[in-house]
T-cell receptor, first 115, second 111 residues
């Protein structure tokens, strides 16, 4: 499809395990964002890539969270030593380098449940 | 700051109008946005308003912006069952490259 693709759509893991979440942005979009959405809350910014580099990672909650985008396209969000509080829907969004309006195009999210 | 505040829940009868409100803190945001999130789906941009405008009409949607009070509202005319969703207002605070979202308003349309 032509939209932002995220895998897996659902992930259940045990406390302390390592998790990777993948985002495949819209082809040609240079900007890529990760957000986290907890139940009943709005999306919370985690990290923003422009190309291959993390332009802003100020939203990552701690050093257990890390994200990469080695070729400037697909991105992987990595969570080490997962905790129950990491349970949320992780949203990925992309946008062209220059937009008139700053519109972001979101994927459907990866729902992470930490038992 | 990046605080965007919204009230939580609204039920409305099909065919009626619904109004969702939002307050924001960063008066230097160039655009303000309304995103829609349907159950099990990703967020989708519904409409936006440029900060030098007071009002924007887009088919059944009317966006009102009061910059003095930092208040944004979305009116949906002739609300339909497909409008049932969570609506988020959002802004890009000055000096940032990312959207800051409110907590969202859940709108439930009663047939």
């Amino acid at each position: 499809g032509a939209g932002v693709s995220q895998t897996p759509s659902n992930k259940v893991t045990e406390k302390g395990k390592y998790v990777e979440l993948r985002c495949d942005p819209i082809s040609g979009h240079t900007a890529l964002y990760w957000y986290r959405q907890s139940l009943g809350q709005g999306p919370e910014f985690l990290i923003y890539f422009q190309g291959t580099g993390a332009a802003d990672d100020s939203g990552l909650p701690n050093d257990r969270f890390f994200a990469v985008r080695p070729e400037g396209s697909v991105s992987t969000l990595k969570i080490q030593r997962t905790e129950r509080g990491d349970s949320a829907v992780y949203l990925c969004a992309s946008s062209p380098e220059r937009t008139n309006t700053g519109e972001l195009f979101f994927g459907e999210g990866s729902r992470l449940t930490v038992l | 700051g990046e605080d965007v505040e919204q009230s939580l829940f609204l039920s409305v009868r099909e065919g009626d109008s619904s109004v969702i409100n939002c307050t924001y803190t960063d008066s230097s945001s160039t655009y303000l946005y309304w995103y829609k999130q349907e159950p099990g789906a990703g967020l989708q941009l519904l409409t936006y308003i440029f900060s030098n405008m007071d009002m924007k009409q887009d088919q059944r949607l009317t966006v009102l912006l009061n910059k003095k009070d930092k208040h944004l509202s979305l009116r949906i005319a002739d609300t339909q069952t497909g409008d049932s969703a969570i609506y988020f207002c959002a802004e890009i605070p000055y000096g940032n490259n990312r959207l800051a979202f409110g907590k969202g308003n859940q709108v439930v349309v009663i047939p």
